[in-house]
């Protein structure tokens, strides 16, 4: 019989995307139940075109679920995730929580997953959207050039925030169109949205107008949590311990869709041709690169969509070994959504051909 499927959190920023994803992608599945905070439960929400009650998360919305998928602040995937997973359920969780845990793979199903398949706990984490970005690019070329040293600059979109960060974009941009002076005068921008804006910024400085060197949380020796959790990820998705990994992240005035500067140093040799024909192989990388064409991806040329998008790639002059790329990936999608959905059908495909 089909499996079925939990959304826990189908009210947020990604939950939206998830109910979009499930409904427009091949269904294998019987009941989708939707779950919420209490705050939304009640509410009518559309999944494969038909209407669904929100239920209140709860022990029993767990029972004859067969696959769940969490995405939620971390503090409740930590107390429900093992919940769900004690009444039989696979969990898969978007959080922080259980990524870095040693028996809980770390899965993106174009690059490790065999992984899903050895779960004692019967939790499958899904990385966080920034690693997401890249992984698939990076999966491909480690497989033939052996990928030893990372440095990245992130540009994230604002919905990494959630629909708070997207919200508070809008509003920015609202409240200084018009003022064709604005932006010239230091400070002027955070002086113009303290006198219009009551509400306070999921971000640390003025997103309009402006970039941010900063995404998550402080972390030990002025570290961003975005910057910990590209290296930490990149490492055991990769399978490479040793991994050389060194990041700045950084949130830019983009609605939807991350995108980042990678210079990754491989084992010999790489070349443009090289790494075009690894890339173009990709089945799950879009390779948009021709600059002299004007030919590269943006986020606004690319939201909305599945793949992985690669452009600009350079061998780099003085280190033959090395890459310089840019990729732009769908946060939510990818970066979120649809890698969860990936790991769903991959546990649900285990079941159907059992
Ligand atoms: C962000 N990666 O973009 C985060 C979301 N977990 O803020």
């Known amino acids: 019989s089909r499996p079925n499927l939990a959304l826990v959190g189908a009210t947020g920023a990604v939950g939206t995307v998830m109910r979009d994803i499930v409904s427009t992608r091949e269904d294998i599945w019987g009941e989708i139940r939707l779950v919420a905070s209490p705050r939304s439960a009640g509410k009518t929400l559309k999944v494969r075109g038909e209407d669904v009650v929100v239920r209140a998360l709860a022990p ?35 959080s ?10 770390l899965v993106v199903p174009e690059v490790n997953p065999h992984a899903a398949a050895d779960r004692p706990r019967n939790i499958i984490s899904t990385p966080n959207c920034t690693t997401l970005s890249m992984m698939a690019a990076m999966g491909a070329l480690h497989a033939e050039y052996n990928l030893q ?33 604005i932006g010239q005068v230091a400070g002027d921008v955070r002086k113009a949205l303290d006198n219009k804006l009551a509400e306070e910024s999921p971000f640390p400085a003025p997103i ?64 443009v041709a090289d790494a075009h024909r690894v890339l173009a192989a990709a089945p799950t990388v879009v390779l948009m690169d021709d600059p002299e064409k004007g030919v590269w991806p943006t986020p606004a040329a690319v ?29 939510l999608r990818k970066g979120a959504a649809l890698n969860a959905a990936e790991i769903a ?9 059992a």
């Open 60 to 94: 029993e919305v767990f029972d004859g679920i067969d696959i769940a998928i969490f995405d939620v602040p971390d503090e409740v995937s930590a107390e429900w995730v093992p919940i769900a997973a004690a009444r039989g359920a696979v969990a898969i969780d978007k």
């Open 96 to 105: 922080g929580t259980f990524r870095m845990q040693p028996d809980v793979p």
């Open 149 to 181: 040293e990372l440095v990245v600059a992130s540009y994230q979109a604002v919905s990494g925030a959630g629909v708070a960060g997207t919200a508070r974009l809008y509003d920015e941009v609202e409240a200084l169109a018009g003022d064709r002076g």
């Open 208 to 271: 309009a107008f402006n970039v941010v060197p900063w995404a998550g949380s402080f972390k030990e020796g002025g570290w961003a949590s975005e910057e910990i959790k590209l290296r930490d990820e990149s490492r055991k998705i990769l399978g490479i311990p040793g991994l050389k990994v060194s990041a700045t992240c950084v949130r830019v005035p983009v609605v939807t869709t991350h995108s980042l500067a990678v210079h990754a140093r491989f084992e010999r040799e790489i070349t």
């Open 303 to 331: 939201v909305g969509t599945d793949p992985t998008y690669v452009g600009r790639v350079r061998q780099a002059i003085d280190f033959p070994n090395t890459l310089d790329l840019f990729v732009c990936g769908d946060n």
């Open 345 to 353: 059908e991959l546990v649900a495909r285990e079941s159907l051909s």
